[in-house]
């Protein structure tokens, strides 16, 4: 059987422990088998999949990241300015992997690959961030820039814990950082440890930080702020609130649904897209972008799209 669908596979080798290395045939094989023509790009440097991704628009079918989260979110950068919806595929083989984890990607790469070639058409939203785009979360403060500033052998070895490792060392001297947040109907000021706008059900691979109903095609994104601690007993109370996910100004968390959502701190900030360095900015803009992007994904999960809603007029 001639394979007339083309897909551009986007193949970070050095993701976890380089296993894109030692799968790439294993995942070409199954590409093949379920009718696709495959082009594969080894990239060659940060910035190389996005760069990749842009031109692909027209000349293939499905363009699909075999990486971590940063390796999707080079590809999402890359195809969010396509003029027609970019179709895209993943195959996880990063450290953490939360958006695998919140679409339910499988883990071995057979399986992946099967879900890239032959996945039902999931339509996602995805996040803007000034000029930059991003998959799943943009973020500041602690434990922010520990995938970019852990030593790639530490993650590759240590997996998550050297992740929490590097978040450790950075809680004796955070002090926070003095901004004003705008969403649409709100603002909030003060001096914030951490803060994110997600679309996601996972953070630096953990569920259930986030409170309520999630769905990742809702047009609406999630924004976490963590106030920093006064004391022994607020730390106490902003622990208890988080692991409760019963959040109140009180303890120092706010959560919130928008759309769209400003930043404006008193010097430059830095931030984090997808895990990625995203820059130091003392104003930022974040969007939600509905229905940005067409993931072949598998069965999914009730929670991870937004009930359907009719409605019905009265007579």
Known sequence: MENSKRMLLLVNPYAGKKQA???????????????????????????????????????????????????LNELISGVAGWNTRPDVG?????TTNDFAASLGFPKEPKAAARVAAEGTPFVCDIGKFEDRYFAYIA?????TDVAYLTDQQAKN????????????????????????VV????????????????????????????????????????????????????????????LSQQFSQKSGVFYA??????????????????????????????????????FAADDKEPAVSAPVVTVVQKE
């Not at 978040?167 to 003095?178: D, I, P, R």
């Open 157 to 180: 070895i240590f997996g998550r814990l050297a992740y929490l490792f590097q978040g450790a060392l950075e809680l004796g001297s955070n002090q926070g950082t003095k901004m004003k």
């Open 139 to 143: 973020a500041f403060g602690m434990f």
């Open 21 to 71: 290395q030692s799968s790439l045939c294993e995942i070409i094989d199954q590409l093949n088998k379920n009718g696709w023509r495959v082009e594969v790009h080894i990239t060659q440097s940060r910035g190389d999949a996005c760069e990749q991704a842009k031109m692909a628009e027209g000349h293939f079918d499905r363009v699909t990241a075999v990486g971590g989260d940063g390796t």
């Open 257 to 294: 649904k928008v759309k769209s959502v400003s930043f404006y701190a008193d010097q430059p900030v830095s931030w984090t897209l997808d895990g990625e360095d995203g820059g130091a900015h003392e104003e930022a803009t974040i969007e939600c972008m509905p229905a940005a992007i067409s």
């Open 183 to 242: 969403t649409e109907d709100q603002v909030i000021e003060g001096d914030f440890i951490f803060g994110a706008v997600t679309n996601s059900h996972s953070i630096g691979g953990f569920k259930g930080l986030l409170a309520g109903e999630i769905y990742l095609d809702d047009g609406w994104l999630e924004l976490l702020l963590i106030r920093r601690p006064k004391n022994a007993a607020e730390l106490s109370e902003l622990v208890s609130s988080l």
């Open 90 to 94: 993943y195959i996880p083989m990063g």
